[in-house]
């Protein structure tokens, strides 16, 4: 319709309202449907009047060309012109196209433009708005199972800040290898959750889904890698290839990685691209452009955990606290993501959850988890609870209760009131306690609303160690705490830490689980860092070692 449109404009010399306004009061005579919805579009277009349909074209942008314009780096006219030329509809293509020198080559363009464009750059994502990871993972898991079943797609990844598991994250974006993805873009472009439609071509498309943007991209299988890898980023981690690229007297762009001499590029998967770098496979958590690459051509990676490590769940909440599901719901659950062994670990009486467990229930719970270890015998569930931190250091439950747990998790809640001294002592206080075997969430930050206490943790995980207490990352979306730059500090401070769920009903259990990892390998963990990435007997033991001391 719009095209049509705007072939009506062109015949009829129309250039601006003054022209738009006496032809619609006598338009031609029409027949077909097209043209008839045409002449009501511009109808349409002139009652609005331009500044409305220009404010409204661009809200329908894709967010980075939106964001790029409204930097002030370049004009409508300039902003079409890199669209209808380059292709470019997110930052990732016009980083492509500023390493490409494709951008001066534009007419209106040159190299002081290309400059602008390149420096607007650092700072275009800082003003896309973000959002939780868990938010992100959740919209996108439908997505990928759709493309999973859709003929001619190869295999479908996330990308961008998602697939690197920043907490929060700017761009929703999928890469789909595909040798044809019509059916795919059709289908998609009629799901029932899109808003808006802000781009659709051969091989692209950017909806509007519950006011985020999610672009697919559908590169063919023999490109699908040098994509990919770009799409990711991040941009420094890019910036360090290339120039590896152009110290071997070669060429990495979004096209793949382009050897001396000629050749055809390699592009059809990263692992091939790193591989022609001379360097191992750089998993996506760590691409950050500090010291991934240096480490990667010393040999140095480490060999970081994965979701198939966990042996266990040593976090998570029932009915009996503030959790949905029943103890045997969540054991059953447990059993069937193949662990070894969970904890049932339900509020203590003066947290500011909705429910709590109170001192007398501990005997009652103790007695329905006893009837489901005979109902789930392939699952060893512990009994445990996640303890408040009183305002004196003092635990929420007495020790004649806790004794009788097979573990027990210690917790800050407060929002404010206690200086990061009196904090640091209460989780001093704390880890000092024989029967504390855990420190959970230790930041107590809630994304993307709340940053969390500003400790000194380098004393923190000293205390851990010496005490022999495990520190939390917990997979909850609104935590995702310690995030990885604190857990990198953790480990390297020879900190054993446990990766949990914190889940309060079953469906969420793996999700949190994947979550968890996700930010324990931004931080660089392994699995002989993790205690749940071990069997159930060395679980137990350090729980008795700490007893015993």
Same mark, same amino acid.
């Not at 900190?495 to 979550?515: F, G, K, Y």
């Given at each position: 319709?719009?095209?049509?449109?705007?072939?009506?404009?062109?015949?009829?010399?129309?250039?601006? @309202?003054?022209?738009?306004?006496?032809?619609?009061?006598?338009?031609?005579?029409?027949?077909?449907?097209?043209?008839?919805?045409?002449?009501?579009?511009?109808?349409?277009?002139? @009652?609005?009047?331009?500044?409305?349909?220009?404010?409204?074209?661009?809200?329908?942008?894709?967010?980075?060309? /939106?964001? &790029?314009?409204?930097?002030?780096?370049?004009?409508?006219?300039?902003?079409?012109?890199?669209?209808?030329?380059?292709?470019? #509809?997110?930052?990732?293509?016009?980083?492509?196209?500023?390493?490409?020198?494709?951008?001066?080559?534009?007419?209106?363009?040159?190299?002081?433009?290309?400059?602008?464009?390149?420096?607007?750059?650092?700072?275009?994502?800082? #003003?896309?708005?973000?959002?939780?990871?868990?938010?992100?993972? #959740?919209?996108?898991?439908?997505?990928?199972?759709?493309?999973?079943?859709?003929?001619?797609?190869?295999?479908?990844?996330?990308?961008?800040?998602?697939?690197?598991?920043?907490?929060?994250?700017?761009?929703? *974006?999928?890469?789909?290898?595909?040798?044809?993805?019509?059916?795919?873009? *059709?289908? &998609?472009?009629?799901?029932?959750?899109?808003?808006?439609?802000?781009?659709?071509? $051969?091989?692209?498309? +950017?909806?509007?889904?519950?006011?985020?943007?999610?672009?697919?991209?559908?590169?063919?299988?023999?490109?699908?890698?040098?994509?990919? &890898?770009?799409?990711?980023? $991040?941009?420094?981690?890019?910036?360090?290839?290339?120039?590896?690229?152009?110290?071997?007297?070669?060429?990495?762009?979004?096209?793949?990685?382009?050897?001396?001499?000629? %050749?055809?590029?390699?592009?059809?998967?990263?692992?091939?691209?790193?591989?022609?770098?001379?360097?191992?496979?750089?998993?996506?958590?760590?691409?950050?452009? @500090?010291?991934?690459?240096?480490?990667?051509? /010393?040999?140095?990676?480490?060999?970081?955990?994965?979701?198939?490590?966990?042996?266990?769940?040593?976090?998570? =909440?029932?009915?009996?606290?503030?959790?949905?599901?029943?103890?045997?719901?969540?054991?059953?659950?447990?059993?069937?993501?193949?662990?070894? +062994?969970?904890?049932?670990?339900?509020?203590?009486? =003066?947290?500011?959850?909705?429910?709590?467990? $109170?001192?007398?229930?501990?005997?009652?719970?103790?007695?329905?988890?006893?009837?489901?270890? *005979?109902?789930?015998?392939?699952?060893?569930?512990?009994?445990?609870?996640?303890?408040?931190?009183?305002?004196? %250091?003092?635990?929420?439950?007495?020790?004649?209760?806790?004794?009788?747990?097979?573990?027990?998790?210690?917790?800050?809640?407060?929002?404010?009131?206690?200086?990061?001294?009196?904090?640091?002592?209460?989780?001093?206080?704390?880890?000092?306690?024989?029967?504390?075997?855990?420190?959970? =969430?230790?930041? !107590?930050?809630?994304?993307?609303?709340?940053?969390?206490?500003?400790?000194?943790?380098?004393?923190?995980? *000293?205390?851990?160690?010496?005490?022999?207490?495990?520190?939390?990352?917990?997979?909850?979306?609104? =935590? &995702?705490?310690?995030?990885?730059?604190?857990?990198?500090?953790?480990?390297?401070?020879?900190?054993?830490?446990?990766?949990?769920?914190?889940?309060? /009903?079953?469906?969420?259990?793996?999700?949190?689980?994947?979550?968890?990892?996700?930010?324990?390998?931004?931080?660089?963990?392994?699995?002989?860092?993790?205690? !749940?990435?071990?069997?159930?007997?060395?679980?137990?033991?350090?729980?008795?070692?700490? /007893?015993?001391?």
């Amino acid at each position: 319709m719009l095209r049509r449109a705007a072939i009506l404009v062109q015949q009829h010399r129309i250039e601006t @309202d003054a022209d738009l306004g006496p032809f619609l009061e006598s338009p031609p005579a029409v027949s077909a449907q097209a043209d008839r919805e045409a002449l009501t579009r511009l109808q349409h277009m002139f @009652d609005a009047g331009a500044w409305v349909l220009r404010e409204s074209a661009i809200a329908d942008l894709p967010t980075d060309l /939106r964001w &790029l314009f409204e930097s002030g780096v370049v004009t409508v006219d300039q902003l079409s012109a890199l669209h209808a030329a380059l292709g470019a #509809a997110t930052a990732a293509d016009l980083s492509a196209a500023v390493d490409a020198q494709a951008i001066r080559r534009l007419p209106a363009f040159g190299p002081e433009a290309e400059y602008a464009i390149a420096a607007a750059l650092i700072d275009l994502r800082a #003003a896309v708005p973000r959002i939780p990871l868990g938010r992100a993972a #959740a919209m996108i898991e439908p997505i990928l199972d759709r493309l999973a079943r859709t003929p001619g797609i190869c295999s479908a990844t996330p990308a961008g800040s998602l697939r690197r598991g920043q907490d929060t994250v700017g761009d929703v *974006e999928i890469v789909a290898a595909a040798d044809e993805p019509s059916a795919a873009i *059709e289908e &998609l472009s009629r799901l029932p959750d899109i808003s808006r439609l802000l781009h659709r071509s $051969s091989r692209r498309l +950017y909806l509007l889904m519950d006011r985020i943007q999610l672009g697919v991209r559908f590169p063919e299988p023999a490109t699908a890698g040098a994509v990919l &890898l770009h799409v990711t980023g $991040s941009y420094a981690h890019l910036d360090a290839l290339r120039a590896i690229a152009r110290e071997r007297g070669g060429r990495l762009t979004i096209d793949g990685y382009f050897p001396p001499g000629g %050749g055809p590029p390699v592009a059809a998967r990263e692992e091939d691209i790193y591989a022609a770098l001379e360097l191992p496979f750089i998993p996506p958590e760590i691409r950050q452009g @500090d010291d991934e690459v240096p480490a990667a051509r /010393r040999g140095a990676l480490p060999a970081l955990v994965s979701r198939a490590d966990m042996r266990g769940d040593l976090h998570m =909440h029932t009915s009996w606290s503030d959790g949905r599901d029943s103890v045997a719901q969540m054991a059953e659950a447990c059993r069937d993501l193949g662990y070894e +062994y969970c904890a049932i670990t339900d509020h203590s009486p =003066h947290s500011a959850a909705s429910r709590n467990l $109170s001192v007398d229930d501990v005997k009652r719970q103790a007695d329905e988890i006893a009837a489901v270890r *005979e109902q789930v015998p392939s699952l060893t569930i512990l009994h445990g609870c996640e303890v408040d931190i009183l305002a004196d %250091g003092r635990l929420d439950m007495p020790d004649r209760v806790l004794e009788r747990l097979d573990i027990v998790l210690a917790s800050l809640h407060e929002r404010a009131g206690h200086t990061p001294a009196q904090l640091l002592r209460r989780y001093a206080d704390a880890m000092r306690h024989p029967l504390v075997n855990v420190i959970t =969430h230790p930041t !107590n930050r809630i994304l993307p609303h709340r940053r969390g206490y500003d400790l000194d943790y380098d004393r923190l995980f *000293e205390t851990a160690v010496e005490t022999g207490t495990i520190v939390e990352i917990d997979g909850a979306p609104a =935590h &995702l705490d310690m995030d990885g730059a604190l857990a990198r500090r953790a480990v390297a401070a020879g900190v054993t830490v446990v990766v949990d769920s914190d889940a309060h /009903r079953t469906e969420v259990l793996d999700r949190q689980m994947r979550l968890g990892v996700t930010t324990a390998r931004r931080g660089w963990v392994e699995p002989r860092h993790v205690v !749940n990435a071990r069997p159930l007997a060395e679980v137990r033991a350090l729980v008795a070692r700490k /007893r015993g001391a």
